[in-house]
């Protein structure tokens, strides 16, 4: 994976370790492996100092918009502002510009060198309170901090460090941030595995509207049925075994991050829920607002997932009614209960088993506008990160992802009828051409999002199944394949090309991963000591 290099000539690399450069970060590092670092997580560091850049942007510009309106409203009072009353105010409100910066805190920063990356290359940064519980942690993120010019952590200054340095309880040095005062702009978890353990904490000591970072790594947990009685443990949801597993698991994290939230009036609202590579990662804005909780069981969802033909169908827990108000204002809102079952107690389309998922978020994972700004954030800077094509290739299909539950890939639809795959302009075309929408997702190469129900699906495929038949000698009895055959199709298909239709080549992106080299994927844990904790000592990743 390339990064964009910086001069390194200054740096004297002592006996016993090497320097590992990353965009405008340097960082020495012990031969041996005392404090984590994975090479390939420089995507999710390039994805989260862009987003923490474009989130920034928005908080300084709501800020300037509201400094305006504030002056506007005195000016309006007193009607004229003499001269030298003009300047002092001026002279206030530019004070009050150059003190206005954000406050980040790195739960779990290992080497530091996420921590540096943010105090380097994000100019709205006051300072990154780097934490780690492992003592040798600390000492390379001192040496770390040290190198890279952002002031010294031994010596006594009158300049604070913009990184400073904290050896610590994660969870012990967030709650000693939970006071409104003491309160942070953005709260980044990077845990070797689940987040789960620092989620109370991280909602509480974010700033209203402030950003909440979080990376999972346990996909085996959250994207198979392999241990559904862990992730309810850590999520408080069952997991999905299905081809959609890996959105499942963005909503499963989700609806930990705002159930947790809620307990303390705190609603969420999710920018960007990433599923890339081996982990997931989400960027959640975070406000206090009793209302907006009160919405939450409507937003929570169990799901009835066939086993068979991965059909599913949606459980929500609760509803909004509304009712116009008698005074003629804003409408009242009622929050009820949802009626129950959704489904018979077989799956309608093959008369599967049907197996109980969730409860997990269903409200949009995704915010389209936020997406563009990163977009829009990346392409004027490109060379200002490493992975920068692939993260407008993603970035993109983010933004273009509709705002419903789950996708299907074509190749598996057409795997329970046994019969040739149709290509995905023919399969979109008809979904468009019966009146439902369409949009890929970052989850999956070739999958498809669509409002449409599976039963229309399963229609197209029976519709394609006309002119390319099943040579059903090849299917066995009691394969899926002759039940959803026998079902009679409901929905007329047009294959018409529309306009709006997916295709193979459609956008020139970088979408999906390939492997960037040979054995990647998640890295060992850091060494422990002996005598270290149990607790999250080197539980840290980059």
Not at 380 to 401: C, I, N, P, Q
């Amino acid at each position: 994976m390339s990064s964009v290099s910086q001069p390194t000539e200054h740096i004297t690399v002592p006996n016993g370790f090497k320097l590992h450069t990353e965009n405008s970060a340097h960082i020495l590092l012990p031969d041996t492996n005392d404090a984590f670092l994975n090479p390939i997580q420089e995507f999710n560091r390039d994805l989260s100092v862009a987003c923490i850049r474009v989130w920034a942007e928005e908080k300084e510009e709501q800020r300037r918009q509201k400094r305006l309106l504030r002056r506007q409203k005195e000016e309006a009072k007193s009607n004229s502002i003499n001269e030298e009353g003009a300047e002092a105010t001026k002279e206030a409100t530019s004070t009050e510009e150059k003190s206005t910066g954000i406050v980040i805190l790195e739960a779990l920063s290992a080497t530091g060198l996420r921590s540096i990356r943010y105090a380097k290359e994000i100019p709205q940064v006051n300072y990154v309170l780097a934490n780690d519980l492992s003592e040798a942690a600390c000492q390379a993120m001192r040496r770390n901090v040290d190198i890279n010019g952002l002031g010294s952590t031994d010596v006594p200054s009158t300049i604070p460090p913009k990184v400073r340095v904290n050896e610590g309880d994660a969870c012990t040095l967030m709650y000693a941030h939970r006071p409104a005062k003491d309160r942070v702009d953005v709260v980044d978890l990077d845990p070797y595995g689940t987040a789960a353990p620092f989620i109370d904490a991280a909602v509480q000591c974010v700033r209203d509207d402030g950003l909440l970072c979080v990376t999972c790594t346990d996909l085996s947990v959250l994207a198979s049925g392999n241990y559904p009685e862990k992730c309810f443990a850590n999520y408080g949801g069952v997991p999905v075994r299905g081809e959609y597993c890996h959105e499942s698991a963005l909503r499963l994290v989700l609806s930990s991050i705002a159930s947790a939230a809620s307990r303390y009036g705190r609603s969420i609202t999710p920018l960007l829920s990433l599923s890339i590579d081996f982990y997931v990662r989400l960027f959640v804005r975070v406000r206090t607002s009793p209302l907006e909780v009160k919405k939450l069981p409507s937003q929570t969802a169990t799901y009835y997932i066939c086993t068979t033909c991965q059909s599913y169908y949606q459980q929500p827990l609760g509803r909004t009614v509304e009712q116009p108000s008698k005074k003629g204002g804003e409408p009242n809102i009622n929050y009820k209960t949802h009626s129950a079952p959704t489904v018979p107690q077989r799956c309608p389309e093959c008369d599967g088993t049907l197996h109980l998922a969730g409860p997990m978020w269903s409200a949009p994972i995704q915010d389209p506008e936020f997406a563009k700004k990163v977009v829009k954030h990346v392409e004027e800077d490109s060379s200002k990160y490493g992975t920068s094509a692939r993260m407008k290739g993603m970035l993109t299909v983010a933004s273009e992802e509709l705002p419903v539950p789950f996708y299907f890939t074509p190749s598996r639809i057409a795997g329970y009828f046994r019969c040739e795959v149709p290509p995905i302009m023919e399969t979109t075309s008809a979904l468009l051409n019966g009146g439902y929408s369409v949009s890929r997702s970052h989850a999956v190469g070739g999958s498809i999002k669509t409002t449409a129900p599976r039963s229309f699906v399963y229609d197209i495929t029976r519709e394609w199944i006309k002119t390319h038949p099943v040579k059903m000698e090849n299917v066995s009895e009691g394969h899926v394949a002759r039940k959803l055959l026998q079902r009679p199709q409901q929905a007329e298909i047009s294959f018409e090309k529309h306009p709006n239709a997916i295709t193979r080549d459609d956008v020139k992106l970088v979408r999906y991963q390939t492997n960037p080299t040979p054995n990647w994927g998640p890295k060992p844990r850091a060494k422990r000591k002996r005598d270290a904790p149990e607790e999250d000592a080197s539980m840290e990743a980059e």
